[in-house]
């Protein structure tokens, strides 16, 4: 399945060799923010990995396309989600080819920062 999956989109390549990869859907029959509540669940999956000294990857499925047409299609009909699911994401999670050191201060940029105006 997760070589299946890997196929979604030209940018879901590594999910097959993640041990696991979560899906990441919405009941569109229960609320109304689809992308946003979707993306924040991504998102504390993805910091609770990180937590647990894993890693993980936000692959976008929703809106995207791939070889095999449209992305999310392609993965409700792999994993026979129903129709009233829509599918925002797939995270894969498993353990980091390379432990990256930590940002310094030196990196920040204040110059981003933008404070009442733009």
């Known amino acids: 399945m997760k070589k299946a999956l890997s196929e ?21 029959d229960t609320g109304r923010r689809f992308k946003e509540d979707a993306s924040i669940c991504a998102e504390h999956i993805h910091l609770e990995a990180v937590n647990q000294g894993l890693a993980s990857c936000f692959v976008q499925v929703a809106d995207a396309t791939g070889d095999h047409g449209n992305a999310e299609d392609y993965v409700k009909q792999l994993l026979e989600i ?18 990256l050191p930590e940002h310094t201060d030196d990196e920040f940029d204040r110059s981003k920062i933008h404070i009442e105006k733009f």
């Open 8 to 28: 979604a989109t030209p940018y879901s390549f590594f999910v097959k060799g993640a041990p696991i990869a979560i899906v990441v859907c919405y009941d569109i």
């Open 82 to 99: 129903p129709d009233r699911y829509r599918v925002q994401c797939m995270m894969p999670i498993g353990y980091p080819d390379e432990v």
